[in-house]
């Protein structure tokens, strides 16, 4: 079966303070994963997919097959980092399964 | 190109009444995915067309919702007839399918209130 979890429902932080979304998934073939962040009152968007390897606005994630995680980090958190955080799975035919989302909340 | 457009983008209405959310793709994209957002499920696919044919249902909830895609350019999501367990944040997005691969650009939803 094809599942993301996202454990958190809300990650509270202080700005300067380390960050970490934590994402899980199960999925039998080799998985693509994807974050994806809506900001207040704007669209859902991409922020950033494993197959890339790079850093947007200062947030990373690692495949880690072996724990079959993509836990989404940032060393220093920003107020504007404050938005809802989606982890995806690229299922077959061009799906995406999504997790429930964690609310992070960035406060100064 | 202004991306992906849902209309409308707040719905009231009463228990029983049927409603009908609209969503334009973006031109040359040839997926369309319906989404159902709430608090409790998160994000949830609903269905989703390729070429104007669907692919996936498996997420309808029930016989109540129902979606076409008579044309490249534009789907409907139909709900016949509303409850208020429906209430939610609808979101219609598209992909080029190819390339990009999975990338989906979002609407900005319809929030549906069935009181």
């Known amino acids: 079966a094809q599942r993301v979890t996202q454990p958190e429902k809300l990650l509270s932080v202080f700005k300067g303070a380390p960050v970490e979304l934590k994402c899980n998934y199960s999925?039998?073939?080799?998985?693509?994963l994807f974050w994806y962040v809506q900001y207040s009152r704007q669209r859902l968007q991409l922020l950033l997919r494993h197959i890339s390897r790079e850093s947007i606005k200062g947030f990373t994630a690692d495949l880690n097959k072996g724990e079959t995680s993509f836990h989404l980090k940032k060393p220093f958190a920003q107020e504007e980092d404050s938005a809802m955080y989606y982890c995806?799975?690229?299922?077959?035919?061009?799906?995406?399964?999504f997790g429930t989302g964690t609310r992070l909340l960035v406060s100064p | 190109d202004a991306g992906v457009i849902q209309s409308p983008r707040h719905e009231v209405t009463e228990m029983g009444q049927e409603v009908t959310l609209r969503c334009k793709p973006i031109?040359?994209?040839?997926?369309l995915f319906w989404y159902r957002q709430t608090m409790m499920r998160g994000l949830e696919l609903l269905i989703y067309f390729n070429n104007n044919v669907p692919i996936d249902d498996s997420g309808m909830p029930e016989d109540r919702f129902s979606a076409k895609m008579p044309n490249a350019s534009f789907s409907t999501l139909k709900i016949q007839p509303s409850e208020p367990r429906d209430s939610a944040v609808y979101f219609c997005?598209?992909?080029?399918?190819?390339?990009?691969?999975?990338?989906?650009?979002f609407g900005p939803g319809t929030r549906l209130t069935v009181t």
């Open positions: 997005a598209s992909s080029r399918g190819q390339g990009d691969s999975y990338e989906q650009y």
């Open positions: 999925y039998s073939g080799s998985p693509e």
């Open positions: 031109s040359g994209h040839d997926y």
């Open positions: 995806a799975l690229g299922a077959s035919f061009q799906k995406l399964v």
